[in-house]
């Protein structure tokens, strides 16, 4: 009799997809929006993005960071999900309001256990 542990079993694993528009999957690491213009202290325009599980297991540990040179002119509306599970969605919005003049710029790394 061979004995098998948990340790042994392979774990379904999640794959995570991040669409803009919905349908359409971004590149990780690459993908890029343009948030148009805005006047300086109101709101412009306003993106959805839709993430999707499209693996076997469940998506965990969900969360978004922003970084970059303006991260506090792009407002992130965030379900507050931080799990997934598969063949599952959600999406959240991202707003863009200018604090100054000119070209505005950040970046979004969404992360998982994926």
Known sequence: ?????????AQPDPEIEVRQPAGKQLVDGSAKRNFGTAKVRRKGQNLVFQI????EGILTDLSLRKSGSHPNDFIVKWPGT???ARGKSMT??????????????????LRSND
Do not use: Y
């Open 1 to 9: 009799m061979q004995c098998v542990s948990a340790a042994d079993i």
């Open 82 to 84: 931080r799990e997934l």
């Open 52 to 55: 999707v599980n499209s693996g």
């Open 92 to 109: 959240f919005e991202v707003v863009f309001m200018p604090r100054a003049n000119g070209v505005r710029n950040a970046t979004l790394e």
